[in-house]
C-alpha cells in the first residue's frame, strides 16, 4: 500500500492543537496544493482566509462555538464570485454567475481545494478539523472577515499541530455506499447490515445513552440535527445568499 493511500485511511479529525505556529513557508506549499486542485473551467471561484492573528482568531472561534480555538490558524474557504466578476467588468464584459448553478459550482470547487489542503497538511505532519458550524453563523463570520458582496463562507478548517490522539471513527462499509452501474435502492435488511458498525460504535451507544434516546437515528434526528433547526438555519443562509448576489 502506498504512503497516500495509508495516509488516507489513517485520517481522524483534530480539534486540539499544541502551541507551535506552523512555518509560513509550510503554509504556502500547503495552500499552493489546494489551488492546484480540479475545478469548473479552471476559473477558480473560490477564496481562502486565513485568519492566523490571536484577537481574531478569538472572535472567530466564538463563532464556531469554541471549536478549534488552540489551532494555529483558521482557513475560512469561500464560494467567491466577487474576483471574476471584478474582471469581466474590467474587460467590458457582463456577470452572468450570480446565480444558482454558480453557488453550487464553487461550492464544488472550494471543497476540492479544501480537500487538497487537507491531504497536504496531513502528509506535513499537521492536523485539521472540518468545522460544519460555518454554515450554522455565514453571515457573521462573512461580516468579520469582511467578505464582499458576491463571498460566501462555505467550509472552515482548523488546522495545526495536533495534542490529541484520536480514535478512528467509524465509516459505512463500502459496498454500502458504492452502486455499480447503476443505483440500486435498498432493503430494509440492507439498512440495518450497513449501519450495524455504526450503532454498535462504543462512542455511539454512549452518546445514545446520555441523551437518553433510543438509538442512533433518534439521537441525530432529535438533538443534534433537528428539523426545527435544519429549517431555520436553511432559510437564514439561503437569505445570506440571496444578499451576497449568488442566488
Known amino acids: 500500500m502506498n504512503n497516500t493511500i495509508s495516509l488516507l485511511l489513517d485520517h481522524r479529525s483534530h480539534r486540539k492543537f499544541k502551541a507551535q ?4 513557508e509550510l503554509l504556502d506549499r500547503i495552500l499552493e496544493c489546494g489551488m492546484r486542485g480540479s475545478n469548473t473551467g479552471n476559473m477558480q471561484m473560490y477564496s481562502v482566509v486565513v485568519t492566523r492573528q490571536p484577537e481574531l482568531k478569538e472572535q472567530l472561534a466564538a463563532l464556531h462555538y469554541g471549536q478549534g480555538n488552540t489551532c494555529s490558524c483558521y482557513l475560512t474557504i469561500c ?3 466577487n474576483r471574476y466578476h471584478h474582471w469581466t467588468r474590467q474587460r467590458g464584459c457582463n456577470e452572468p454567475y450570480n446565480n444558482f448553478l454558480w453557488l453550487m459550482s464553487s461550492t464544488v470547487d472550494a471543497t476540492i481545494c479544501a480537500q487538497n489542503i487537507c491531504v497536504a497538511a496531513e502528509s506535513e505532519g499537521l492536523g485539521f478539523c472540518y468545522l460544519g458550524t460555518v454554515m450554522y453563523n455565514a453571515r457573521k463570520i462573512a461580516e468579520l472577515l469582511k ?3 458576491g463571498v460566501v463562507p ?3 478548517l482548523c488546522l495545526g499541530y495536533p ?3 484520536q480514535q478512528l471513527s467509524e465509516r459505512l462499509p463500502l459496498d454500502g455506499m458504492v452502486h ?12 440495518d447490515r450497513i449501519h450495524q458498525v455504526r450503532e454498535e460504535f462504543p462512542f455511539n451507544q454512549e452518546m445514545v445513552k446520555l441523551n437518553e434516546c433510543r438509538n ?3 439521537l441525530f434526528t432529535q438533538k443534534r440535527y433537528p428539523k426545527k433547526d435544519n429549517e431555520a ?14 442566488i
Open 216 to 218: 442512533l437515528a433518534e
Open 163 to 165: 495534542a490529541d490522539d
Open 79 to 81: 464560494a467567491d464570485v
Open 180 to 191: 455499480y452501474e447503476t443505483y440500486h435502492d435498498y432493503t430494509d435488511e440492507d439498512i
Open 21 to 24: 505556529d506552523i512555518p509560513q
Open 233 to 246: 438555519i436553511s432559510a437564514s443562509l439561503m437569505e445570506f445568499c440571496k444578499e451576497q448576489g449568488l
Open 154 to 156: 462555505v467550509i472552515t
Open 147 to 149: 467578505m464582499p458582496k
